[in-house]
């Protein structure tokens, strides 16, 4: 599985995925990575900003993934999601 990240929700859908695939639940994972249930849950989710790197790459080692670094002008551009702000105002737009 070769996925890019450029920020901290794709990199946690990214091990939601690994997770998934491998059967693995989130308190199993923790198991396995020695990190609390709590950190998989927020890293999953994006939510952790200050996630420590080491952690993260026991999460990923647990999962049989690895983590590369390359140039940022080779990832590919693509359109941001919309914020909840801006699918909010949509819908109160909308009749």
């Given at each position: 599985?070769d996925?890019?990240?450029?920020d ?9 995925d ?30 952790g ?8 790459l ?7 993934l ?30």
């Amino acid at each position: 599985m070769d996925r890019t990240f450029v920020d901290l929700v794709s990199l946690g859908a990214a091990v939601r995925d690994a997770r998934q695939a491998r059967g693995l639940t989130q308190a199993g994972l923790a198991e396995r990575a020695k990190v609390s249930r709590q950190f998989v849950i927020s890293l999953e989710r994006g939510a952790g900003p200050r996630a420590e790197l080491a952690r993260v790459l026991s999460v990923l080692r647990a999962l049989g993934l690895t983590m590369a670094l390359g140039d940022e002008e080779a990832v590919p551009t693509t359109d941001p999601a919309p914020s909840i702000t801006d699918l909010l105002d949509r819908l109160e737009g909308e009749p």
